[in-house]
């Protein structure tokens, strides 16, 4: 069923388990000015090290569903943003490996396209064919607008086109429904987190791992291209801290 209205929940203050964020996972030895790379092996530590911890990497679905029976406690959301085509070759095999789900955020309208939102490298984008492969193999499709744009102070249109349009292109892609969003580079404001509520996603996320959000503005820890075993587990006691969450680590 699709989640078509926000639950009263969604005006609740969230205290999920930490939600990773990368975006590109390659071995490429490129530039990477934006540092969005990391290598396919530094994500298998990662999750070796999760594992070791008695965690498991889940989507962010899966995660806000466990969080609902309160089961979410041995959980850490995964996710990757803009739908680079590396996730196919270097992170699907990974994550399988280690049993665990993530969620994939795609620019809808950039299906097959290159990330021109920004500077060089050009990195490749996933085609229509390739979110309903990410979709078999069992991971969850997310929305990260059609264009990539920064959303706060868009205009009502803009909003509907970016935040509804990319819904209604994605479930016409997967003829499933699309429950998560995605704010590029984490902006949003107030008309942004309403027309992804009125656009009927069960959630949406932001960065930082600070501020607890709210359903719609759910934070998280952005994942470096150099974040060693104790970066993460730094990252995650921080979080855990700031929450309040008890007998996590
Ligand atoms: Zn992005």
């Known amino acids: 069923m699709f989640h078509e209205a926000a639950s009263s929940a969604g005006q609740v203050r969230l205290t999920t388990p930490p939600v ?4 590109s996972i390659s071995p490429s030895g490129g530039p990477d000015p934006h540092r969005l790379r990391v290598h396919p092996d530094r994500l298998d530590r990662h999750l070796r090290l999760l594992r070791r ?6 989507s962010l679905s899966e995660l806000l569903r466990a969080q609902e029976r309160r089961e979410a406690h041995r959980l850490v959301g995964l996710t990757f943003d803009d739908g680079y085509t590396d996730y196919l070759e270097h992170a699907l095999p990974v994550l399988q490996h280690h049993g665990m789900t993530s969620t994939l ?5 950039r299906l097959g396209g290159t990330n021109e939102w920004d ?55 997967l003829q499933s429904a699309v429950p998560g969003f ?10 942004a987190r309403e027309a992804v509520r009125a656009a ?29 075993s104790a970066h993460l587990v730094a990252r995650m006691a921080r979080h855990s801290l700031r929450l309040g969450l008890r007998g996590r680590l």
């Open 182 to 191: 995605c704010y590029p580079y984490g902006e949003f404001d107030d008309a």
């Open 20 to 23: 990773f964020m990368y975006h």
């Open 105 to 109: 955020y795609v620019v809808a309208g």
């Open 119 to 173: 500077e060089a490298p050009r990195l490749d984008l996933v085609d229509a064919d390739q979110v309903r492969a990410v979709a078999a193999a069992g991971q969850e499709i997310g929305s990260h607008t059609m264009t990539h744009p920064h959303l706060p102070r868009a205009g009502a249109s803009a909003l509907l086109e970016e935040i509804s349009g990319s819904r209604e292109v994605l479930q016409d892609v």
């Open 53 to 58: 911890l008695g965690l498991r990497g889940v």
């Open 200 to 228: 009927g996603y069960d959630h949406g996320c932001v960065i930082g791992d600070y501020a607890p959000g709210d359903r719609f503005t759910l934070p998280r820890c952005y994942i470096s291209p150099r974040d060693t």
